[in-house]
């Protein structure tokens, strides 16, 4: 994998007569950690964003893997059913089922079981699903999020 230059981190700027002058920052699309400045790369000839996971300490493990023929997909709430789906279509068929936890007292699905017992992985929203060439899965867990 080709190493890209390292992106700039510019400070907002307060100017003399009161306005802050900012730099647009670019974040990973995989996990949405912080990349550092905005550049040219960072938009294809259509105007969408390019993706630079390749760019995360995170997320570069994932790619790698993508690029050995390993298939990948983020689950997240809003994903979760076209995950869930395009999984149970897979052949050799692969049974797959929402994963519950206890949530602030109430059962609450928190992710998706992978496999049958004892063979099988969870996945959390925000965790990586990667399925390798040998028809395993394994998962890529989500970065630590940061106190607020």
Sequence with gaps: MTALPAR?????????DG????????ACNGCSQPLGDVNTRDVDDDGNLTDVR???????????????????WQLTERSFSRVAN????LRPWVFTKGY???VDGKLQVV???????PGHVVAYFGDWIIRHPDGGFTVHKA??????
């Excluded at 700039?8 to 003399?16: I, Q, Y």
């Excluded at 306005?19 to 670019?26: D, P, Y």
């Excluded at 997320?59 to 790698?64: K, Q, T």
Aim: charged residues 30%; contains cysteine; proline residues 11%.
């Design 8 to 16: 700039t981190h510019t400070p907002d700027r307060r100017n003399p």
């Design 19 to 26: 306005s802050t002058t900012v730099h647009l920052k670019r």
């Design 54 to 72: 390749a760019e995360c300490p995170h997320c570069r493990p994932l790619v790698e893997l993508e690029a050995g023929g390993c298939a990948t």
């Design 86 to 89: 395009e999984i149970d279509r």
């Design 100 to 102: 519950w936890q206890e």
């Design 111 to 117: 992710g998706l079981r992978i496999g049958q017992y």
């Design 143 to 148: 970065p630590a999020k940061e106190p607020t």
